[in-house]
């Protein structure tokens, strides 16, 4: 069984960012709910039931073949903080944080996979993938849910599908999502456009961390929004095919940009890089928006390639949780500032100045990737 | 009595949808019927777990499977509004599938005894017999 501590230092696969699109799909992620058939759902089931209930369930998830070097525990036994690093890492969701006795989460070490048990639902198993993989993401919950459905005895009726707290879950109790880096729509003011076509059909787009959160870093998290009447595999497909046009609109938009108001965009990449470099004070909503800058300068070639990963794990590693679990102490918010600044301008150090004419030389570029997209 | 004239506008507001119903309850049943009515429907309980519609509307969250079942009809139009469509088309759970597959062998095999019962055919139908005995016992261990 892994420790905690060893869930800090391995990253998780999907924040390495290799996956197929991730210039712009940060991750993709697909979760299921599921509820055994003759328990009262978590938040009915008194206190009794609801350890009666992971009783039953932990001991099965952590025999599964791809729990085989996971991390188990129970709500009560993780720390405030501990509990925030998972968030962060999009690993337990915040409802799931606030659980105590009778709640637990179980994840492998590559971190693709985590189930938590009694949510909203007795079991929300997700798994979480770097780029748009949303149909592998799939596959590998789905594989998971089969296994548990030899063991436990799930609510399903042939009318409803698979039953479930919330209503709006019921049927495949499935919910896929893509997290989007959208500097290009955003800074050309097209993003209002595109959330409106989105929500039109059906789909929900929304903040950095789920319902109700506000768009930070230029980040969007677009996902199914009805799970009855429609296969799985449809769903996905649908959701994967509106993510590629997103993924092309985007695309287009960097490369108007870089056409018609280069200056714009590199003096929002020379003010970011000059910021990030000096500033001694950074709130966590300023440091996203401006690393959301130079991801972009990244992929524009104002910077070279190799110094991607190191700036994607900022993303990460300056979060509030991150940053006090990596300093060992518990900070107050002009502390995590001061920190956060610190570890930026230190790893800043190693990233060269923009180079605006590689930059425009970059823009042919853009269309040989949009060409590969296209495979 | 106290008699009060609503416009169009203000009594969807009031939540005074159907007018007419109301007055009848009132009438048949005395003043304040409609409301007991409305009221006994949010504490109807679900057998199974004791949440009541009320529960859901204080929750948004249902309190078992069963309650599937006991509020199905509030829960049919809601369900038709929020989602694509009103029936699953989606993943079977094995074991279940399994189960309906059990079933509708063992129909046949019901039928085909019948038929070997009625052409005198008895060596068929023990045999088939053994078959449903057999089916019999796989379908109440599953």
Known sequence: MMKFSSVMTTPGEWLRGEGPHHQVVISSRVRLARNLRNHAFPGWAKKAERIAILDLIRPRVEQLAEMQDSFSENLQDLSALERQVLIERHLISREHAAKGVGSAVVMNRRQTLSVMINEEDHLRMQSIRSGLQLKQAFKLVDKIDSALEEKLQFAYDPRLGYLTACPTNVGTGMRASAMLHLPGLVLSELINQVIQAVSKIGLAVRGLYGEGTEAMGNLFQISNQTTLGEKEEDIINRLSKVIETIIEKEHDARQILLQKKPNTLCDQIGRAYGVLTYAHAMASKEALNLLSIIKLGIDLGAFPQDHRLSIDGLFIDTQPAHLQKCSQQKLNAEERDYLRAQIIRDRLKLLPKPDISKMARESGNGSTARASEDE | ?142
């Open chain 2, 1 to 142: 009595m106290q008699k009060v004239n609503l416009c169009d506008a203000c009594s969807k507001e009031k939540g005074v949808e159907d007018p007419k119903s109301f007055a009848l309850a009132d009438l048949l049943l005395g003043i304040g019927a409609s409301e007991e009515i409305e009221k006994s429907t949010l504490t109807q309980k679900c057998p199974v777990c004791g949440f009541s519609q009320a529960d859901f509307k204080k929750t948004g969250r249902l309190g078992c499977a069963a309650c599937y079942t006991t509020f199905a009809e509030g829960l049919h139009t809601l369900l038709k509004a929020m989602h694509k469509g009103t029936e699953h088309v989606g993943k079977l759970p094995q074991r279940a599938h399994r189960t309906i597959e059990l079933s509708h062998r063992m129909r046949t095999l019901n039928e085909n005894l019948q038929k070997a019962v009625a052409e005198e055919n008895y060596e068929t139908a023990a045999s088939l017999r053994d078959q449903i005995k057999q089916l019999e016992s796989e379908l109440s261990n599953p």
